[in-house]
């Protein structure tokens, strides 16, 4: 189905408030994270067969072995970076790009890196249809992270990562914020605060489960 004759049906947006209320009994506050997740169309990132698993609180496959976070996974991410309108946010993990539109909501300059290029052009040709022009995509390695365009303000990476990759650090301005979660099976999700040149502050904030953070551009898809 075309994003172009998707549509936001006042059914679909009484789904969305119930899954703010869902994320909101969990613990997400900030209203103006809320208000970007009640914004985004979720079911328009879903194929046409599984929409009715939308507005779960739930993570969903998205094809290629990837899936799209839980509502409160990103709720809970979003909420952590503190982002300001106007801020340059760099995404590892585009995926479906769910993520991407939250944060250009919340007026973020969005630059998102995927691996996997057929999610790569998929995304591409959806957030075209969707008309975000705040939201850069690229093809190619997260762990480098990019270069070209730093320093950011945040850095927001949404798969597994067994390290803290030292590049995400660098390109981040002092003041930054990276939110990252860190380990193997499970994951602990952990921020970043950079403070200058050469100080950072590590904070932890419990566990979740993502898919992982796997170096170079996928050859297989
Ligand atoms: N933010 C996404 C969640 C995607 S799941 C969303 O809103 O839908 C994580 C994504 O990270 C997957 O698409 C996976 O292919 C990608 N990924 C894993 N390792 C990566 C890397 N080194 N660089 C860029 N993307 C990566």
Redesign the pocket.
Known sequence: MKASIRQDTYRHQGLRNQLIRTIQKKGISDPAVLAAMQKVPRHF?FDSSFLEYAYEDQPFP?G?G????QPYT?AFQTSLLMISKGEKIL??????????CILAELGAKVFS????KT?YEKTSSLLAEMGYQRIKLFY????KGLLSYAPFDKVLV??AAPRIPEALIRQMKPGGILVIPVGDDIQIMTTIHKISETEIRKEEHGHFR???????K?RDH
């Open positions: 990132f998205i290629a990837q899936t799209i976070s990103v995404e590892i993990g585009t995926g479906s790009g769910y993520q991407a890196i995927e691996r996997q999610l190619g390695d997260g762990y949404t798969a993502f898919v992982p953070m796997l170096e170079d996928a």
